[in-house]
Structure formats: structure tokens, C-alpha cells
């Protein structure tokens, strides 16, 4: 026969049970239900936790501090344009080293850019699109939006097909130039941009769109373009002129922390 105080027909009173783990268990979680209760209404201090206002907050610090940048760097390009003239006033450089320089200047991007061009307008799809050919599955909202690939993808065919210099929005690319996009904005060099996403090009026109026609990454983009309503369009701008680019040249890379 068992021992247990819990064992039936052992005449034991119920108050010298002892307590069973279950009941021990049962008793944890409601007073870790109680804690977590009074952390969020501590927390919350008698406010909607579940609102979007900080995500609010951090939008409109983004587009300040976007808005700065922007002033900071025509700031910058005219601090530049007068240590130019500075420096050219009596420099004592040859002709040909004053030819040489403007040469890597304008390889560099740092200077005004004047040409025939061509744009590439990329923009997102209507929210409600629907699959618009037989045999393709219903839009997730993943294939609705431009990514940071199909803007790289853009770019990148530009300068295969002989791009002089290229312009995304209203800035000018140069060597450590990186197009990058957050959710369904665009990131590049400190300023924030939404759709429609706009990529200006100086060079030969038909060299321009025949590599954009060619790029397998921009081929795959058109599919998304036919079936969901992708926005794409390439137009000929005529001689257009590109700013030169007015930004710091230095390169900004990760350091360890201390």
C-alpha cells in the first residue's frame, strides 16, 4: 500500500496534504501574469503602447535631418567653387597640369556634365494591383514595391552602356557612390527620396537603352512590370546638364568598437 498523504482511503485530513507540483506551476504563472500586467501598465503610464507615434517621430527626424543634408551639401559646393577660384588665381601650374586636373575632375564627378541623356523612372505599383496575366499567383505586397536590386540593376546598365556620368534623383554618382533603400524608401548620400525613383544618364542614347534591354537583372524587373503594373518608363531628355557632385570624398567604413 502507498504512503502518499494523497493516496485515497488513507483517512488523512485534507489539510495535511502536501501541495502537488501542478499546483506549485499554477501559482507561478499567475504572479508571472501579475508582473508582466503591472510592467506594461507601468510602462505605458496610462498610454497606447500599441501606437505608431515614435515610428512617426523617427519618419520626421529622418526627413529633417535629409532636408540638412541637402543644405549642408550646397553649402559645401559653394565653399568649393570659391577655394577653386582661390586656387587658380595664382596656383603656378602649367597649362597642361591645369588641363590634366580638369581632365580627373570631370572623370570624377565633381564637375558639371553636359550631353544627350536619357531617364529611367522606376515606381511602385498600385496597392490594389492584381495579377494581370493567366498562370502568375497573386501579388504579395513584397512584389509590389521597388527594391534596392531593380534601382542597382538600373545603374549599373548605364555605366555598361557607356554612361559619361549618371544622376539619381537629383544627385550625382560618383566612385563610392551606394544607392540603398530602407523599407520602400531610398537612402543615398545622407538624403532620403520616395517613389517614383528617377536615374538620368549622359552618353549615347541607343548604347544606353540597348544595354538596358540586355540586363538580365532589368529583364526579370520587366516580368514584375507586365504582370503587377510596375511603374517603367525611358524617355530621351535631349542635352541635359548634370550637377557635379557637391558631397565629401571621404570614404566612410565600420570600425570596431572600443
Not at 559653394?78 to 597649362?95: C, F, I, K, Y
Amino acid at each position: 500500500m502507498s504512503n502518499s498523504a494523497d493516496s485515497p482511503g488513507t483517512g488523512s485530513s485534507p489539510t495535511g496534504r502536501r501541495f502537488r507540483p501542478v499546483r506549485v506551476l499554477t501559482v507561478a504563472v499567475f504572479a508571472l501574469a501579475g508582473l508582466i500586467f503591472f510592467t506594461s501598465f507601468d510602462t505605458a503610464k496610462g498610454t497606447n503602447i500599441r501606437t505608431d507615434s515614435s515610428l512617426l517621430k523617427l519618419s520626421d527626424l529622418i526627413q529633417e535631418r535629409s532636408r540638412k543634408n541637402g543644405q549642408l551639401d550646397e553649402s559645401n559646393a559653394g565653399l568649393r567653387d570659391d577655394m577653386e577660384v582661390l586656387a587658380e588665381r595664382d596656383n603656378g601650374s602649367t597649362a597642361a597640369e591645369e588641363k590634366k586636373l580638369a581632365g580627373l575632375e570631370k572623370r570624377a564627378g565633381t564637375q558639371k556634365l553636359t550631353g544627350e541623356a536619357i531617364s529611367v523612372t522606376l515606381n511602385d505599383a498600385p496597392p490594389d494591383a492584381t495579377a494581370k496575366l493567366p498562370g502568375y499567383p497573386e501579388p504579395e505586397p513584397d512584389y509590389l514595391v521597388i527594391h534596392q536590386q531593380d534601382l542597382q540593376a538600373v545603374v549599373n546598365a548605364l555605366w555598361q552602356g557607356g554612361a559619361q556620368g549618371v544622376k539619381v534623383m537629383d544627385q550625382r554618382l560618383i566612385s563610392t557612390s551606394a544607392v540603398r533603400c530602407v523599407g520602400n524608401t531610398l537612402i543615398l548620400q545622407g538624403r532620403v527620396y520616395s517613389p517614383p525613383y528617377k536615374v538620368t544618364a549622359v552618353g549615347d542614347p541607343r548604347r544606353l537603352k540597348k544595354a538596358l534591354a540586355v540586363s538580365p537583372a532589368i529583364r526579370n524587373y520587366m516580368v514584375y512590370v507586365k504582370v503587377y503594373g510596375l511603374g517603367w518608363k525611358v524617355e530621351d531628355e535631349g542635352r541635359t546638364t548634370l550637377p557635379g557632385y557637391s558631397g565629401t570624398v571621404d570614404l566612410h567604413y565600420a570600425q570596431p568598437v572600443d
